[in-house]
């Protein structure tokens, strides 16, 4: 077992030590298949998701206007209602009763003028959500704070071997067991899905970084609350090896289109047994890399100097 010492800087990052891991699992679903020992080097991690408070700052500095809050381009939805292709993004919405989850449509919905700023739609706010994670943002937004951050997004491996927290093989980020000692280790949907949700209303939805305990390494959130984007483009499997090199820190990687796909790790709010057992580091989901939506975040790295 590695070293679980906490090395944090003053800006928010936790040093994880490198080393071999184990990626994967053959105990859930296909996409994690097979496991591969993978190498990783040493890394900077954010201690939490980028929050709505720090993306603020980034626009405020550079004036960028992200994915959701720009109409997309008609060219990429031929024949899709022209009332439809302005800014907006998908928004959670939960049904009255039972419903087949085979349909994700019953609970997500596009909300024209749903953003980052309005993360529920027109007339919702930050207000209160300040420490909550940012959402409704694009992989290219989420590239575009990194490098004005002077880090970098993580490579799939990365992110995986930082959120297992040095714990080989576990099933969780903090062990084996769904509730340790009989506590809810991470914001996860807390009933029947999608139409019951016990949680109480502040944490019903994205929930406050360091809510919830941090794993070995000392990060928060790294299953639960949002899904995070990679900087690895989605493949079906583990085949390919994931010991892909590191991204060049603060060096944005290019334009993407509308059918490019990214890996997302760690799950979010809305993930129950019974539908998307996926908050595990394991557990792994290729998004699309300008589909904004509710419940998709992002942490930095950065290399060791």
């Not at 449509?105 to 739609?121: E, I, Q």
Request: proline share 9%; charged share 20%; with cysteine.
């Amino acid at each position: 077992m590695r070293s679980r010492l906490k090395h944090v800087t003053g800006r928010g990052q936790v040093l994880v030590p490198g080393g071999s891991f184990r990626m994967g699992s053959v105990d859930f679903y296909p996409e994690e298949r097979p496991v591969k020992d993978v190498m990783v080097g040493e890394l900077w991690v954010d201690e939490h998701p980028v929050t709505n408070a720090e993306f603020g700052r980034f626009v405020k500095d550079t004036g960028h206007i992200t994915i959701a809050e720009r109409a997309p381009d008609p060219r990429g939805f031929p024949g899709a209602d022209p009332d439809l292709i302005v800014p907006g993004s998908q928004v959670f919405t939960g049904t009255s009763g039972p419903v087949p989850l085979d349909d994700w449509t019953h609970w997500w919905s596009w909300v024209p003028g749903a953003d980052w700023r309005h993360p529920y739609g027109p007339g919702s706010t930050l207000h209160g959500l300040e420490l909550h994670p940012v959402v409704h943002v694009g992989w290219e937004d989420a590239a575009a704070y990194a490098a004005w951050a002077g880090a970098r997004l993580p490579t799939e491996a990365e992110w995986e071997h930082a959120a297992r927290g040095s714990l080989e093989d576990a099933t969780y980020a903090w062990g084996d067991e769904m509730r340790a000692g009989g506590k809810t280790m991470a914001n996860t949907w807390q009933g029947h899905f999608p139409y019951e949700n016990l949680w109480p209303p502040h944490l019903a939805r994205t929930s406050p970084i360091r809510t919830f305990p941090a794993n070995g390494y000392g990060l928060y959130d790294v299953t639960g609350n949002v899904w995070e984007w990679t900087a690895t483009a989605w493949i079906d499997d583990h085949d390919a090896v994931h010991a892909e090199p590191s991204p060049s820190c603060c060096v944005p990687t290019g334009t993407v289109s509308e059918q490019d796909r990214f890996v997302t790790k760690g799950g979010s709010h809305l993930c129950a047994p019974e539908y998307c057992h996926r908050y595990r580091p394991a557990a792994r989901q290729g998004h699309g890399a300008r589909d904004t939506t509710n419940h998709v975040g992002f942490r930095c790295v950065r290399d060791p100097d």
